[in-house]
């Protein structure tokens, strides 16, 4: 069983940055894939980043290519999700998310861990 919490979220003007981390314990395995996905109220969970076991891998949406990058250091069990130049959409919930597997994903249903979530707002 494994366990994910995220934080770093909060409230940033337009254009400015952010750092999540998600800190995974239990029964880890630093062959999981990770993922972060986002909900905003009304809208369906979206991808946003994910990265494969080896950390060779990753894959972004489209609509943060160029602004968020996601890492992972397997060593400490963490992956984090770097924001930059934010944008009022991307105020959602942002939660982590870890599969049973080493390739990246980016369907939420292929995860099998998931946090509780951290808020990021993101004003105009």
């Known amino acids: 069983q494994v366990q994910l919490v995220e934080s770093g979220g909060g409230l940033v003007q337009a254009g400015g940055s952010l750092r999540l981390s998600c800190a995974a314990s239990g029964r880890t395995d630093s062959s999981y894939a990770m993922g972060w996905f986002r909900q905003a109220p009304g809208t369906e969970r979206e991808f946003v980043a994910a990265?494969?076991?080896?950390?060779?891998?990753?894959y972004n949406a489209d609509s943060v290519k160029g602004r968020f990058t996601i890492s992972r250091d397997n060593a400490k069990n963490i992956v984090d999700l770097q924001m930059n130049s934010l944008k009022p959409e991307d105020t959602a919930v942002y939660y982590c998310?870890?599969?049973?597997?080493?390739?990246?994903?980016?369907?939420?249903?292929?995860?099998?861990?998931w946090g509780q979530g951290t808020q990021v707002t993101v004003s105009s």
């Open positions: 990265i494969s076991g080896s950390g060779h891998s990753t």
């Open positions: 998310a870890a599969r049973g597997g080493s390739y990246a994903y980016t369907r939420s249903d292929k995860y099998d861990y």
